[in-house]
């Protein structure tokens, strides 16, 4: 936390110097969505170059002043939370003064951009999200409060801890870790106990597109337990997007892309060629619509994906193809054929890419 | 510009007094300028042009010599034919005329067409006549900001000479600029009378209006609008006569000036003013109640109107000036609903980039307490006392309220400073756009050589004409000495001798 009032304190003094030297006070941040400050390294993902392009957020502006009195203002907001050791939630701040900040939205990408700017993930300067992902499976933890936590697969599921950085004492016996797309298709999975059925498993969903908690979450159990990690999305463009997150990471989080991405997670289901393999019927296939062409389109031009020649593969025959299917398709040839069959012959046979 | 000797031989005549200025403007200058040859594409009229007034003897039996020489490019083109035959109460003076003044010789030396003229004005209305004259040549060399025009008076020996020039490349200070937007064409209404007595043709206004002077590169200093001028032209770019056309008189049918939080009345020019080119019409504009004055610059919403006229029949020459100008008052009256609607849309996104400017600097006003409140958050609330010390330094005060204070002049004065580059003034299809003027100029018609307006020695506006004569104008950008004053009043520029 030393290092974070340090680096509050070395803005306010650049700012203070300017004021002195009659000169506008002047924030720098790297364009940090821009792709052409994005490379790609399949050891790591997408990371931002070393040498990327800035944009200034002036002072004496009247375009870019707002954001730069919100800059500031937040910045002074965590160093107070940071002195006195509390934590605020993003939507907190949001509460703490909507006339001023505007929208979540804002909120969202100033801390994003502070986070960006001094180098320090969002966890330290003692701002948190809620969480959305859910966990279950063979593994417990200890919260940093004390509290010990234990996800094994029951009634229950467990949210991902929202202070991801604290946990410790993780305990597994899992052969490996199944990542799902779906919210849906993670309940029937757990109402099937598939947890229990095959080898020892932790199931994580991020109920879409996940967020920053669920992310550290899968890359701390890589990095504890170093156990194949697979992951289960519906065949279609937004799934196999999703997938790269986890995968790769982000554009807009490159900058923290060393905590965030596992390279080595591998695409289990529902492949397009799954479709084909299963004799799926095209009548509960559906077509595709101009975003999903769009999307798939963009995703196929990703530096990622000209590495993966399977991938890219899978991406053809989906374009070829033009039809998606969620993984409640496979209920179209029995009622739990997902956790019955087609999960364990993928697993047991080395169906993934 | 190559200097040729041509004298002028006049037939002289003797007649009885006539006003001076009257008769130099209906004859000798509007000669002049009706029997220039229009520009080619792209041409910029140069040349200079002298006229200087000797005037000797006691009261009562004052003798004036008159000098009028054209130098440079004014002069080409110009047959002796043209101004052939003295005007009624001028005696032609032979020969070669001496310098009045030696601030004369520089442009007598170089000037082709010379002439040399003799009257006896009357001695009580000598300096109104000068004044008028002076008025008028200021006036005409608004649009031809290429000329130098020099007016030397001289009288028993006392010399007093103005000169309106081309600005020094380069001296103008930053965005010496004012940026015209170009309106399109409005058709006038010729009445019948007018008709009647040979005045032919189609007849319309060409508008232009800017603001003055150019506060855009300075985005946050604050500004009003304090004034409305309005400047009239004949087609050739003379100015139009007086008296003031009745249209004129009342401001509201410019614009819905409550619209925009404005009331607006007619005001006479105040005495003094001599160094400024003095609007057709000038109207005063107040902030609605409870807007903040303060210290907010001034502007002047600049209004020209170029007068047109189109006759395939008939080229417009000086019988043709003095028609429209005898009806001048009435055409614009009767034309009254059409010039309210084209000048509407000039006038109206001139009024909104004033209020856009507004809206931004109270949204730049709103950020700054919250960045001061932040620093001094984090100054105050800090238990580095390396940190504080380093601080308080910084600004050179001894406590935090001392620092907070010193921030907050420190950050209000570097940002009313916040200057910006010249070039963001032409914002690609903003008002002033060389493309949108552009576009405007290809509206039917063939294109004209691009327009230039001085107001004042330092000032001018320029663009690509549809119109004709060197009056006409298209979108483009222009020139304005800052040190322009807004309210009611042009900016001057001439160099008093």
Redesign the interface.
Known sequence: SSEV?EA??NV??D??????Q????VLTLANRSDWRNIEFKDSVGLQMTPHYTTKQIR?????S??K???M??M??MI??MV?SNTYATKRDIYYSDTL?FGSQSVVDNIISDISCMLKIPRRSLHILSTTKGFVAGNLSYTEEDGTKVNCTCGATVLTVPSNVQGIKNLISHAEFMLIVEKDATFQRLLDDDFCNKLSPCIMITGRGVPDLNTRLLVRKLWDTFQIPIFTLMDADPHGVEIMCIYKYGSVSMSFEAHHLTVPSIKWLGLLPSDLQRLNIRKDVLIPFTKQDQKKLASIQKRPYIACQPTWKKELEIMAASRLKAEIQVLTSLSSDYLSRVYLPNKLQFGGWL | MVALLLLLVLVPAVVDVAVLSLQLQAVVLERLFLGLRPPESGEQRRGSLLVALVAEGDTGRARCTVTVAAAGELSCGVGAEALRGAPRGVLELPGVPRAPAPCCGRILHQARLRLTFQLSPRPSTLSSDCAELRRFLHKTSAVYPEVEFHFCVSVNGAVASHTYGPAEPGGAPRCSRIHPALGTPIRLRVPPPAAAVGLGGELSVLPAAALCPCHRPA??LPTRLAAVALFLYDPVGLPAAPPLPRLFQDPSWLTDWERFGFTAAPRTPPEGEEELVTPDATYVVRQGAGAPVGDRHPQTLLLFLFLRHDDPFQAYDAGARRLLLAHLDQTLLSSRPALTRGLRTLVHPALEELRRRHE??E??A???P??L???T???T????AR?RR??LR???VEDTAA?AA??RR??A???Q??LLPCASCETPGAPGDPRRGEGRAREGGTRHPPFRVRLGGSLRAEGTADGGGGGGGGGGRGHASPEQRGAGVVAGGGRPG
Request: charged residues 20%.
């Open positions: 009032l509050i304190e306010i003094q700012v203070l110097k300017s004021l002195a009659k000169k506008a006070p002072s004496d502006c009247p375009r002043a707002p730069f009195a919100l500031l203002k910045l002074s160093y107070k002195q001023l | 985005p946050n931004s600097q949204r730049l709103r950020s700054l919250v960045v409140d932040a620093v958050a984090v100054v609330g800090s238990t580095s940190f380093t601080c910084t600004m050179q620092l010193a921030a420190s950050l004065e570097v940002t400073r916040c």
